[in-house]
């Protein structure tokens, strides 16, 4: 079966999943289980010259557990790092990393007293001075900040906005230098894919952060008119082809739109890889879930670009043709009437 006649099939398909995913989403909104609430964190960070033995570690964590002991706090979380640069809060301090670094991180909740961990910090460094197993020549920092994700959110809001202007801009481009038609199916491979992309999501009930769904959308939005910018870039030469003036506008778009799906899905396979490298050095929990929300940006638009825009553009196009026929005959007849007045 031709994809024109299995165009109502997958356009029936996205509209429905379309619809479905813009119900959930007004009743039940994403699943943001991977964003974490406000936290606070109390780090020890050990720069030694020399490896920290198991004793070393064991005895700083038991110091640790002391002082949490003595100011009446608890902590929810514990990871220990070896190797470790300083973390964020102790940026500024005058040590010199080793290699050899070792941090030792407990996470509070947000509603942890900051008195209770100034109090546990006094102490676990008064403990660490009085212990001979660090009389070793090392630079021991302790310290603890709150932490909240909505920095982070609003980055991911701005770089959805940004790329949001970027596909403006580039169906713009579209639409100056392949024309109106082409721009429009353009358009609409963008909002459909977006909004598939958001519909998959809210379904699925796929863990994300507050605001990537809406990176998502974006990005599927940049993936989906990359790839009908390599049709386009076909279509106007196979328009200059005169071997191709007799045939149908549904036939040229087929015609063109096959030869470039091979470099299509060697683009599809650019950017996904693209995406998965970009995702993991960004995130380091979750990845693997990350690594799938990234593919996804790039499996629709493909989707859309195999099989809806072909046959949606052979009737945008034919459309168009018939348009610029009528002008013509209509432009053609008003110079003949104008000539014979003349006459």
């Not at 909004?195 to 990537?212: D, K």
């Not at 998502?216 to 390599?230: D, E, H, N, R």
């Not at 328009?239 to 683009?267: F, G, H, Q, W, Y």
Request: contains cysteine; neutral net charge.
């Amino acid at each position: 079966m031709s994809k024109k006649k299995l165009l109502p099939i997958w356009a029936a398909v996205s509209a429905v999943l379309i619809i479905a995913g813009i119900v959930l989403m007004a009743v039940l909104g994403f699943n943001t289980s991977l964003d974490r609430p406000e936290y606070k964190t109390f780090d020890v960070y050990y720069n030694v010259v020399v490896d920290l033995n198991e004793e070393s570690k064991a005895a700083l964590e038991a110091h640790c557990e002391e002082a949490f002991a003595s100011a009446q706090v608890s902590y929810t979380d514990k990871v220990t790092l070896s190797g470790q640069s300083a973390p964020v809060s102790l940026t500024g301090t005058a040590f010199s990393e080793t290699g050899n670094d070792f941090l030792l991180r407990y996470t509070f909740s947000a509603e942890t007293d900051d008195a209770a961990l100034a109090s546990a910090k006094s102490a676990l460094e008064s403990a660490i001075d009085g212990d001979e197993t660090f009389a070793m020549p090392a630079e021991t920092y302790v310290s603890y900040a709150g932490v909240s994700l909505q920095p982070m959110n609003e980055a991911i809001w701005r770089g959805a906005v940004g790329i949001v202007v970027a596909v403006i801009v580039a169906l713009i481009y579209v639409a100056i230098r392949f024309g109106v038609g082409s721009a429009l199916t353009g358009l609409i491979a963008c909002v459909n894919d977006a909004f598939l992309v958001l519909a998959i999501l809210a379904i699925a009930r796929i863990p994300v952060y507050a605001f990537a769904p809406m990176l998502y959308a974006a990005i599927a939005a940049v993936v989906s008119v990359a790839f009908w910018l390599i049709r386009c870039m076909k279509l106007r030469d196979s328009a200059k082809d005169p071997a191709n003036s007799a045939l149908s506008a549904e036939e040229a778009v087929d015609r063109a739109c096959r030869a470039t799906d091979k470099t299509v899905l060697i683009a599809a396979l650019v950017m996904a890889v693209l995406l998965i490298v970009c995702t993991a050095c960004t995130f380091t929990t979750g990845a693997m879930l990350i690594f799938a929300e990234a593919l996804l940006c790039v499996l629709v638009p493909l989707y859309f670009s195999m099989l809806l825009a072909p046959a949606l553009h052979g009737k945008v196009k034919g459309a168009f043709d018939r348009l610029k026929a009528k002008r013509t005959r209509y432009t053609g007849k008003k110079k003949s009437v104008k000539a014979e007045s003349d006459n």
